[in-house]
């Protein structure tokens, strides 16, 4: 069955993930070169060149698996939880690295997968390609929520 495809609706809905990832970014620039990178860090801490490109990508993935709920007209209570994640994810920058943070933000990162997986849930009824597209997301997030964690417990 062939799908009608808003494209002013996904445009929005991808444009508006990589802005909330792009303001967020703008707050790990700051800290980025001065605070985190004076901190001990796991063996498995990821070159720092490696999270543009993966979050971009994130970012795009959130943004189409919003649009096919969206587009779906899927439940307010969807919509709601997806915004929900997405200001979680939106204020960790803002606690890790302006806030030099990394308890509070550990604690918002635990928040965030919670509601990642209630959004999935959400998502999966509408359209199981949506919560199929959060995977990816879902398995960067359980990463950074260890290293989250460890870079607290290293630093404490």
Do not use: E
């Not at 444009?15 to 620039?29: D, E, R």
């Not at 919509?79 to 920058?93: C, E, K, M, P, T």
């Amino acid at each position: 069955m062939l799908m009608f495809i808003d494209y002013f609706k996904l445009l929005v809905s991808v444009v508006v993930c990589l802005l909330v990832g792009f303001i967020s970014g703008i707050s790990n620039n700051t800290s980025m070169n001065s605070w985190y990178k004076h901190l001990k860090k796991p063996s498995f801490n990821p070159p720092g060149w490696i999270f543009a490109p993966v979050w971009t990508l994130l970012y795009i993935l959130m943004g189409i698996s919003f649009y096919l709920v969206w587009a779906a007209k899927g439940p307010i209570i969807a919509i709601i939880f997806f915004f929900v994640q997405l200001a979680l994810n939106f204020i960790w920058s803002f606690l890790f690295f302006s806030m030099k943070n990394p308890l509070v933000a550990f604690i918002d990162i635990v928040i965030l997968l919670v509601m990642i997986l209630l959004t999935v849930i959400q998502f999966y009824p509408v359209s199981r390609i949506a919560a199929l597209l959060f995977i990816p997301y879902i398995l960067w997030v359980c990463f950074a929520t260890m290293l989250n964690f460890t870079i607290y417990w290293l630093n404490r």
